[in-house]
């Protein structure tokens, strides 16, 4: 299980310093944090089940419930009652941010004519890094990953960077996979475009929007949303 906490507020700011003391004792002072879980509450989510095709939108931590959607699509054998293509537009600060894709890293890279179709476009609003793709963002994050968890593994040696091998993109499937997906820094996303050139790949198939993030960005997608509508109804 893995949890995902956003710092925002006092309390989330205590919780992230209690965990960094603990991490930053040694192995042998370190001690378990205790942690209660209730719910799940509600009825769980399947809207997404209605849609031949979904165009994801998240800001941020608001990747979360996404990424539960795609594992559960990528875990289930029946995949006729799940949408067969999905463009996943995720928005965030800093490179580093795209730490929170790596529990599905595996579909980004190895995608085949079997599972779903996944597309996913990045937008970095706070750099500028013009040259790097999807493949450097992926090996710098997962090599970030394996380095913290020795770390912290009790009586695992430090790592260094060279030991950990990078991703294998040594076959055609691979790169054709890495090649479609986008990296845009410096600026953020147009969703009447994102929208609009979405419907036409999938060639007015049923196409479901789901928005997780700041509350100015699901006005943003919202107002996309009504105005492609609209056009439809015109044309």
Known sequence: MSVMIKCQGWWTNTL???????????????KGIPVAIEGPYGPAALDFLKYDSVLMVAGGSGITP????????????????????IELVHVIKRAQDICLLHSIAHLLVNQTSEKFHLKLKLFVTQETQPGMGITELLNDTLIAIVLRWRR????????????????????????????????????????????????????????????????????????????????????
């Open 152 to 235: 912290l593994k009790k009586g695992v040696r430090p790592t260094s960077q060279t030991e950990i091998k990078p991703l294998d993109l040594s076959s055609a499937e691979t790169k054709n996979a890495l090649e479609e997906h986008e990296v845009h820094f410096g600026g953020r996303p147009n969703f009447k475009d994102i929208l609009g050139k979405f419907k036409n790949e999938t060639s007015g198939s049923n196409v479901g929007v789901l928005v997780c993030g700041p509350e100015s960005m699901k006005e943003s997608v919202a107002a996309a949303c009504q105005q492609e509508s609209e056009c439809s109804k015109l044309s």
């Open 16 to 30: 992230y310093d209690l965990i960094q003391t603990e991490l930053n004792k040694g192995a042998d002072k370190r």
């Open 66 to 85: 996404f990424l539960s959607i795609l594992a559960e699509i990528d875990s289930t054998t029946n995949r006729n009652k799940f949408p067969s293509r």
